[in-house]
């Protein structure tokens, strides 16, 4: 009668990453359908038998894990739920059209509750030129549980995967990182701080911006389509949900080859330095934007020919280069000392 | 700082069924997507341009409501969520062709239980002919919420809402209903027992098939299949999730109707009438088929001229017809009386 049976023997998830967790349950799937071009491994499904394919992709939010109720109201939360599944379609180098929402929700949530984090989702939504097709509001025993797929569109010379970067190609990088993770370093030190002084009252106001970098992520559909207006495909695209390091690193694993950035290069807001000094001496901006999360960025590859075609392209930065296959995935400091970079990225494998 | 502003003047959650709290959430939200061509209220969402139209839908189950570890497999567990997705697509009369699965799982599970929870989903995908085509997996505080969003296409022409019965249309339902509330039923009991003495051994053998039922339900594509081969269109449709009181009442409201049906022609198995008869004298089998959920069977209506095309069709029974728009669901008992029919499904609203 009871269901323990896979108490013998286990092996605990936290000592596998997730990419090689899905790798494994997903080993020996057989696709049947026509309509099936690509399966997991990238940022969405690849979907459709005619010229413009459909993407789909899938993402799911856990209180406590990737929100905590303490700091994130929830008309940020639903905006971010949102934005974070269509961010995979910008990834793809996709139009989002459609979304469902999927929540599970406890009964500490009210009408009231659920009426602000769907303001939030309709604002993205409208944002976005989205549309909410559906979903599904059911219970669960703790908490709240978001989960929202994405569909969207896109032509079949264009669409970028993770592996199609070569050797020489520039890689490039949307924005700025490393904020978003410092606006939750900020979040984390006021709860803290609260937690000791319920009177406390926190100011926020000079961290606008890495705060909103946090609790409203914005995918860079901008970015889509300015390239598309300048006519240059990407060899290779992935969005920044875990930090730099990590998204490169998944870059030259799918795409067999290895890369080199260059410290200096690497998009820091003066916010985020900021905030790193204040935390701790110890604490570099660098290393929030290899390894902090969060920054929905987009990080692609182009191949050098288009380099004059979005050279002056506003808040694009040219980071680095594809090196050959066997090669690491290095940054170069600016003493000219290379430092190979590591997936700390807690999603990652 | 403290996101507690919802909690004056709030207004509970069950205070209100799901349907009416997803109209209530999604009113006033607007499409913009020519490809969008329905949003919520149905089965699935309908989307695309050509004849051939794309069913998205999205439902997500909870540890502790959905499922209970005590007593249910994760191969079986699975294999449901699968199945329950795609029954969806059955619904509207189309063809699954792809799943997305989308978990939350705490450190309780291990990588042993989702390869057990995997080879479910995977069973289920090579049963239906149905591609997984990615997913994500993340961390839970407690417990395993799972995901599971399902894609198939339809001829545009073939779609069945539940918006199209009309008036002295036939009501049909396909296999039993309440079996898997039987199986259910019987497994709750078998945990208090087992709860109470935990060297009790349960005997479950001779309910066989009420706990398949419940279990590992099958989403009713071979009906779709058939009713396409007779080359019949049922004017509205709808999968048996919670009961069938609720889900006549679903189609009503959305085709603006009434509807009869009459208690003898509502197909219920013998071993749902033996758990009734085992667990209590008061216990009908009738109210298991009206009020119990998870049959996932369908629930349908034709034209009067198609009764000939599918009058030996197997596994269908013809319960009633639809009545005009004013007038009450009612359910006709052997002995002539009727009775109103109330939603008691615990989704409803």
């Known amino acids: 009668?009871?269901?323990?049976?896979?108490?013998?023997?286990?092996?605990?998830?936290?000592?596998?990453?997730?990419?090689?967790?899905?790798?494994?349950?997903?080993?020996?799937?057989?696709?049947?359908?026509?309509?099936?071009?690509?399966?997991?491994?990238?940022?969405?499904?690849?979907?459709?038998?005619?010229?413009?394919?459909?993407?789909?992709?899938?993402?799911?939010?856990?209180?406590g894990i990737d929100f905590d109720m303490m700091y994130t109201p929830l008309k940020h939360l639903g905006y971010k739920a949102v934005a974070i599944a269509i961010s995979n379609?910008?990834?793809?180098?996709?139009?989002?059209?459609?979304?469902?929402?999927?929540?599970?929700?406890?009964?500490?949530?009210?009408?009231?509750?659920?009426?602000?984090?769907?303001?939030?989702?309709?604002?993205?939504?409208?944002?976005?030129?989205?549309?909410?097709?559906?979903?599904?509001?059911?219970?669960?025993?703790?908490?709240?549980?978001?989960?929202?797929?994405?569909?969207?569109?896109?032509?079949?010379?264009?669409?970028?995967?993770?592996?199609?970067?070569?050797?020489?190609?520039?890689?490039?990088v949307s924005g700025d990182l490393g904020s978003a993770y410092s606006g939750l370093l900020i979040l984390e030190r006021e709860k803290v701080t609260y937690q000791a002084n319920p009177d406390f009252q926190p100011d926020l106001d000079s961290y606008d911006y890495v705060l909103e970098r946090f609790l409203k992520p914005e995918p860079r559909l901008d970015i889509v389509k300015e390239l598309q207006r300048r006519g240059v495909v990407p060899t290779s695209m992935i969005d920044v949900g875990d930090g730099l390091a990590s998204e490169l690193l998944q870059i030259c694993r799918h795409s067999k080859c290895g890369c080199e950035v260059y410290e200096e290069r690497i998009p820091i807001d003066y916010q985020t330095s900021r905030v790193c000094s204040e935390m701790s001496k110890n604490m570099l901006p660098i290393s929030n934007a290899l390894n902090g999360?969060?920054?929905?960025?987009?990080?692609?590859?182009?191949?050098?020919?288009?380099y004059e075609k979005i050279k002056d392209m506003e808040g694009i930065n040219f980071i680095g280069h594809i090196t050959e296959e066997g090669s690491p995935a290095v940054m170069v400091t600016p003493q000219n000392s290379t430092i190979t970079l590591v997936a700390q990225g807690f999603r990652n494998g």
């Open 293 to 306: 999360g969060g920054d929905y960025e987009l990080l692609f590859t182009i191949d050098q020919k288009d």
């Open 89 to 172: 379609i910008a990834a793809m180098n996709g139009t989002p059209r459609q979304v469902e929402v999927s929540l599970a929700v406890s009964n500490r949530y009210s009408l009231e509750a659920l009426e602000e984090l769907y303001a939030g989702i309709r604002l993205c939504c409208e944002r976005y030129d989205v549309d909410l097709v559906g979903g599904s509001i059911g219970s669960s025993l703790s908490g709240m549980v978001i989960t929202v797929s994405a569909i969207g569109e896109v032509e079949k010379s264009h669409i970028t995967y993770r592996n199609g970067a070569k050797l020489h190609d520039l890689i490039c």
């Open 1 to 63: 009668m009871d269901n323990l049976q896979y108490q013998e023997g286990r092996t605990e998830l936290n000592a596998i990453g997730q990419y090689a967790l899905i790798e494994r349950l997903t080993d020996g799937f057989e696709t049947k359908n026509q309509s099936t071009i690509t399966t997991a491994g990238d940022d969405c499904a690849v979907i459709g038998t005619g010229d413009i394919k459909t993407l789909t992709t899938i993402q799911t939010m856990a209180e």
